[in-house]
């Protein structure tokens, strides 16, 4: 970590940190071409939350297209491009923002490497159609000649002992020293009430995910760009590994909280969820409320006991 980094509020290439307070448009204008190696986001669905205005679909569409061709200009030959979006919701119909964008990318001559499903565990309950679980990330390049270091961004192996059975190498072992490709499935908790990141940002997502982008996608001390910071989530992983971040937010509140959270970074001391933890698994953690009183035995469960026993109180007549 950079001991004496201070943040920024406008760009110049030998800073280490910039948050700049206003449009991402205007920011970008100050960019020259090919600066920055990894371009991160998660940029507003158009669902009318208090950080923007509801719009026409069609308008949301080219107001994300001029700020992602800006992107593409100020994006490294052998750069990347993370868009992780999840769906427009219209009179009770979802409409996938990956899909509608996907043009985009195309026109400005991007490639696609991978769609990534991000799987979480919770979020809102839906009554009239199955409740959304995932949002996506769309990985695209500029060139055919990307950076990536997939052994990075490897993960545990599942049966690290395995070998192989038969052939030249049997007896050897069959997977990765280093680890395993993690796959274009990635289940990381999001950031919820009880999530250690949590901050007032309503829709704030967690810095393993940016990690896990960051660190195949980069080198040290390339330059990584979040046009939407929000509450500062790429710069705070891209300063956790030694790169450079920057990004640009319209709502003073959250570019406060962005400031302090990559101050405390800076310092080692912010709060983050460590992307080597397991996903929280509440029946091998032995916590309550994991089996149904109902299905308990009547004699073993207390609970059910207490509510089925009536209790005979004793009453006074009034004097």
Known sequence: MFEKAQIADSF?????????????????????????????TSPPYNLGKEYEKRIHLDDYVEQQRRVIRECVRALKPAGSICWEVGNYVDAGAIIPLDAVLFPVFRELGLQCRNRIVWHFEHGLHCSRRFSGRYESVLWFTKTEE??????????????????????????????????????????????????????????????????????PLTQKDDWVFDPFLGTGTSIIAALRHGRRGAGSETVQRYLKIAQDRIGQAVQGILPVRPMSRPVFDPRDAGRALTTAPWLVPPDQNELLQLAENPIHFKMRRAK
């Open 146 to 215: 990307y950076f990536f270091d997939l052994d990075a961004a490897r993960v545990p192996q599942k049966y690290p002992g395995k070998k192989y059975f038969k052939g030249p190498k049997a007896g050897q072992y069959s997977c990765n020293p280093l680890g395993k490709n993690p796959g274009d499935v990635w289940v990381i908790p999001n950031v919820k009430s009880n999530h250690v990141e949590k901050t007032e940002h309503p829709c704030q997502f967690p810095v393993e995910l940016i990690e896990r982008l960051v660190l």
């Open 12 to 40: 110049r290439r030998d800073e280490r940190i910039v948050a700049f307070s206003g449009d991402c448009l205007e920011f970008l204008k100050t960019i020259p071409d090919g600066t920055f190696q990894l371009v991160v």
